[in-house]
C-alpha cells in the first residue's frame, strides 16, 4: 500500500544517501523523523478505521449466524403448532440469514487478514523509528566532529603559510634594523679620543712589551 511507502525506503542506504546531498545534515535527519512520525500517525488512522470495519463485519456476521439458529427453531415450533405455511417462511428466512451469514464470515476473514498485516506494518515503521531515533545520536556526532575537524584543517592550511613566513621575516628584519640603530646611536653619543691619546694608548702598548723583554733577559743572566 501506499501508505506504507517509506518503510521501503528507511533503510540505511537512503539515510546516507540523503546526508551525502543534504547542506545540513543534522536539520535533514530531524526532517526525516518528522516525515516518520506523520506517517506513523497517518497509518495509526488507517489502521483505526480497517479495525472498525473488521468489528462491523463481526457483528454483521454474527448477528446473521443468530438469525439463522433462531429462524431453525421457529421453524420447529411452528410445526409442532401444525402451521406448515409459517414454518416454510422461517425456513425461508433461515437459508437467507445462511448465505448473510457466509458473506459477512468471508468479508470479516478478509477486513481481520487486512488489519492484522496493516498492524504489523505499523509496528514495523515504529521499530524503524526507534532505530532511526537511536542511529540520529550517532550521526549527529558524526557530524558535530566532522565540522570540528573540517575547521581545525581549515585553520591549520593557514598556519605557517608562506604569507605568515614573509611576514614573520619582515619583522625579525625590522628587529635586526632597530638593534643597528640602537648600536649606531650609542657610538655617535660615545667621545671620540684625540690624536695624542691614541698615540699614547700604542707608546703604553711598547713599554708594556718592552719591559716584559728586559724582564725575560734578566732571567737569562741569573
Do not use: W
Amino acid at each position: 500500500m501506499a501508505l506504507f511507502k517509506r518503510i521501503r525506503d528507511i533503510t540505511a542506504a537512503s539515510i546516507n544517501d540523503l546526508l551525502d546531498k543534504a547542506e545540513d545534515p543534522v536539520k535533514m535527519i530531524n526532517q526525516f523523523l518528522r516525515d516518520m512520525e506523520e506517517d506513523i500517525a497517518e497509518a495509526e488512522v488507517s489502521v483505526a478505521k480497517q479495525i472498525a470495519v473488521e468489528k462491523r463485519f463481526k457483528e454483521q456476521r454474527d448477528d446473521a449466524s443468530s438469525l439463522v439458529k433462531k429462524r431453525a427453531e421457529q421453524a420447529e415450533k411452528a410445526l409442532e403448532m401444525n402451521n406448515e405455511d409459517l414454518a416454510r417462511r422461517a425456513l425461508q428466512d433461515k437459508r437467507e440469514q445462511q448465505e448473510r451469514f457466509e458473506t459477512y464470515s468471508a468479508e470479516y476473514d478478509k477486513a481481520k487478514g487486512m488489519a492484522t498485516e496493516l498492524r504489523g506494518k505499523l509496528e514495523q515503521m515504529k521499530d524503524e523509528l526507534l532505530k532511526m531515533k537511536g542511529r540520529r545520536e550517532m550521526l549527529v556526532a558524526r557530524a558535530d566532529a566532522a565540522k570540528v575537524q573540517k575547521q581545525i584543517n581549515h585553520t591549520l592550511g593557514g598556519f605557517g603559510s608562506d604569507g605568515a613566513a614573509k611576514g614573520f621575516a619582515r619583522m625579525e628584519e625590522k628587529v635586526n634594523q632597530m638593534e643597528a640603530e640602537a648600536e649606531a646611536s650609542n657610538e655617535l653619543r660615545t667621545p671620540s679620543r684625540s690624536l695624542d691619546e691614541e698615540f699614547k694608548q700604542l707608546d703604553s702598548g711598547v713599554e708594556d712589551e718592552l719591559a716584559a723583554l728586559k724582564e725575560k733577559l734578566a732571567k737569562r743572566s741569573e
